[in-house]
């Protein structure tokens, strides 16, 4: 079974702080991707991974950056949390050949104060 | 931007009933479809993939794709109150790599 896994379930930040989410995937998938999820606005991709070091901006990545040195590692970065971005964040990954089908992770409830 | 539309329900059904939930989406160029069911608090799980036209059954599932008509379907027979959750539809985007997500109905299961 793939298994993706995220650092923390809940988060408490203070707005203007740096956050780093991580995300760990141990299927040797190619792709990794970055979501966030609010009530009434469904699921939005913020940045994906296509390979180690690559990375594409997705519908909504102001405010975020990405960094991926690993393959099965995807880090978020909100460079200076802010209220907005208090959310539910989740991350998937996909094989890059096999198939299309994306795998979620736990999720992670991101609250900034 | 390419659209995934469902009716946000909610979609209230009797155990052991036939569930039935609908997708449509905007861009003819998608080819790979699939539904995902999320419980309250938790993250999507996959359920169903489909990539071509017709019927694929899995267990107590059936997708249906139309791309003529750009719609996908999911119906879930002898529905259980476990199965009450928010189901997603996913579509492919353009550059194939990520989805693009419909808002989910929400189904309630009633005993």
């Known amino acids: ?113 | 931007q390419k659209e995934v539309e469902q009716n946000s329900g909610p979609l209230s059904v009797p155990e052991g009933a036939i569930a039935s939930l609908n997708c449509t989406y905007s861009d003819r160029g998608s080819q790979s479809f699939f539904w995902y069911r999320q419980y309250s608090g938790k993250s999507p799980e996959l359920i169903m993939s489909i990539y071509s036209n017709g019927d694929k059954e899995d267990g107590r599932f059936t997708a249906q794709l139309n791309k003529a008509s750009q719609y996908v379907s999911l119906l879930i027979r002898d529905s259980q109150p476990s199965d009450s959750a928010t189901y997603l539809c996913a579509v492919t985007m353009n550059s194939g790599y990520a989805l693009n997500f419909g808002k989910g109905t929400s189904l309630l299961v009633t005993p």
């Not at chain 1, 995220?6 to 956050?19: D, I």
């Not at chain 1, 999820?37 to 950056?65: A, H, N, T, W």
């Not at chain 1, 802010?82 to 999720?107: D, I, K, V």
Request: glycine content about 8%; hydrophobic content about 30%; proline content about 3%.
């Open chain 1, 1 to 113: 079974d793939v298994k993706v896994t995220q650092s923390s379930r809940y988060l408490v930040k203070r707005t203007g702080e740096k956050v780093f989410l991580e995300c760990v995937q141990d299927m040797d998938h190619e792709n990794m991707f970055w979501y966030r999820q609010d009530p009434g606005l469904g699921l939005r991709l913020i940045y994906f991974s296509y390979d180690v070091k690559m990375k594409e901006k997705g519908d909504i990545p102001e405010g975020y950056s990405v960094s991926r040195e690993k393959k099965e590692r995807f880090s978020l970065i909100l460079e200076s949390a802010s209220t907005n971005q208090t959310s539910m964040y989740l991350c998937a990954s996909r094989s890059g050949t096999a198939s299309y089908e994306q795998y979620f992770g736990p999720g992670t409830r991101l609250t900034v104060t």
